[in-house]
Nanobody, 124 residues
Framework: QVRMVESGGGLVQAGGSLRLSCSAS????????VGWFRQVPGKEREFVAT????????YYADSVKGRFAISRDNAKNTVFLQMNSLKPEDTAVYYC?????????????????WGQGTQVTVSS
């Protein structure tokens, strides 16, 4: 069973930066497309970014384009989400997820394996 594990969340002031990491326990991340999503209590889960197994295809939500960057180090079995110029509205639980078919998709229901999430809080 593949288990995704996120780390790197925390509390940061507006304008600051954080880097989230996502690893795949029991799986090989180089075979998967990996996406990042976020969720605020009481709201639907929101797409943030995704990249293909090679890293060659990348999509971002409009709300994070130009501020966030997704990347991967397949040798380390890890995908990263670099978040810069953070805003209070970026506050959420951030999840990474893997699509084992290799689809680079914005749709959360097309992802097969999910992590438990990491909290990101941006103070104003």
């Amino acid at each position: 069973q593949v288990r995704m594990v996120e780390s790197g969340g925390g509390l940061v002031q507006a304008g600051g930066s954080l880097r989230l990491s996502c690893s795949a326990s029991g799986g090989t991340i180089s075979r998967y497309s990996v996406g990042w999503f976020r969720q605020v209590p009481g709201k639907e889960r929101e797409f943030v970014a995704t990249n293909s197994w090679s890293g060659g295809t990348i999509y971002y939500a409009d709300s994070v384009k130009g501020r966030f960057a997704i990347s991967r180090d397949n040798a380390k079995n890890t995908v990263f989400l670099q978040m810069n110029s953070l805003k209070p509205e970026d506050t959420a639980v951030y999840y990474c997820a893997a699509n084992v078919a290799g689809w680079t998709t914005r749709k959360d229901y097309e992802y097969d394996y999910w992590g438990q999430g990491t909290q990101v809080t941006v103070s104003s």
